[in-house]
T-cell receptor, first 110, second 114 residues
Framework: GEDVEQSLFLSVREGDSSVINCTYTDSSSTYLYWYKQEPGAGLQLLTY?????DMKQDQRLTVLLNKKDKHLSLRIADTQTGDSAIYFC??????????FGKGTTLSVSS | EADIYQTPRYLVIGTGKKITLECSQT?????MYWYQQDPGMELHLIHYSYGVNSTEKGDLSSESTVSRIRTEHFPLTLESARPSHTSQYLC?????????????FGPGTRLTVT
């Protein structure tokens, strides 16, 4: 079945790079997404990558996709305290519904 | 900034009460979704809709019901609230048939049933 796995916690120091990893199981997923959730808020789309791409860069964010290993990563350069949040990886499931991972809590210390 | 709204943001209600969580979007999106987010933060799809008069159950069984009479409005109703319904409920919408299908989320309703 479809499943998305993420590590639950990541702690970094301000100014360092953060790398959040995700594995998915549905090789037919056409899009993969990264969402950010701040406390008490809904999910905010950070970026997405089409399955025929290996990499996508958007300012401080870099997404890497390894289709062979079904591995997706999100790198945040120069991590700031405002980046502290929960980050969700998601793949498109049947009927364009999204299958979410359990979320990675990123903690940034100054 | 996505234009999708949920009310109320917070609700505390007694067991057995009927409640409706409201969700509206002004983007003209055809598809709308309801997710339940448990304390461990995992999101579960409970309902979705492809358009007016279309509703489907999601992956997680839920005692709630939904309706889609207007494109912009997708309310979720619990006929008789129970403590097990305590959770965060997130509404989302997306375009249908074009683009990257990204979903735009509302701010959520945090429901507590006592």
């Amino acid at each position: 079945g479809e499943d998305v796995e993420q590590s639950l916690f990541l702690s970094v120091r301000e100014g360092d790079s953060s790398v959040i990893n995700c594995t998915y199981t549905d090789s037919s997923s056409t899009y993969l997404y990264w969402y950010k959730q701040e406390p008490g808020a809904g999910l905010q789309l950070l970026t997405y990558i089409f399955s025929n791409m290996d990499m996508k860069q958007d300012q401080r964010l870099t997404v890497l996709l390894n289709k062979k290993d079904k591995h997706l990563s999100l790198r945040i350069a120069d991590t700031q305290t405002g980046d502290s949040a929960i980050y969700f990886c998601a793949e498109m499931g049947a009927g364009t519904a999204l299958i979410f991972g359990k979320g990675t809590t990123l903690s940034v210390s100054s | 900034e996505a234009d999708i709204y949920q009310t109320p943001r917070y609700l505390v209600i007694g067991t057995g009460k009927k409640i409706t969580l409201e969700c509206s979007q002004t983007m003209g999106h055809d598809k709308m979704y309801w997710y339940q987010q448990d304390p461990g933060m995992e999101l579960h799809l409970i309902h979705y809709s492809y358009g007016v008069n279309s509703t489907e159950k999601g992956d997680l069984s839920s005692e709630s019901t939904v309706s889609r009479i207007r494109t912009e409005h997708f309310p979720l109703t619990l006929e008789s609230a129970r403590p097990s319904h305590t959770s965060q409920y997130l509404c989302a919408s997306s375009e249908y048939g074009t683009g990257s299908y990204e979903q735009y989320f509302g701010p959520g309703t945090r429901l507590t049933v006592t």
